[in-house]
């Protein structure tokens, strides 16, 4: 636990999930996917034991959405020779996280359900 909130992975979890951050960016990120976690399961990831592994997955997956995001700027693509920008939206965003969240903590367990187990 750090900072007073539950990660759901490692870092050597993460790293033989194939993520590539250093440690520091993973810790700072991880923070962020768990608080994400926590949001969208309205905080009962913290005692499902039995998705363990699908709730550390997740995390792993969230935390390179997440740096990506803060280290892209928004920016989709960016073209130099005619000068053209794409920049993501909000409504992108929060589809690959819904995304990444529905695949992960709708089974053995739904967390993503309002009504409880």
Known sequence: MKGGRPVYSTYEAYLARGGKLGEADYQAMALKAAAEI??????RAKNCREMAQELSACECELTDVLYLDQSAQGIRTENNDGYSITYTDEEDRRQKLENICRRYLSAPVNLLLSGGR
């Open 38 to 43: 926590d949001w969208r399961t309205f905080g």
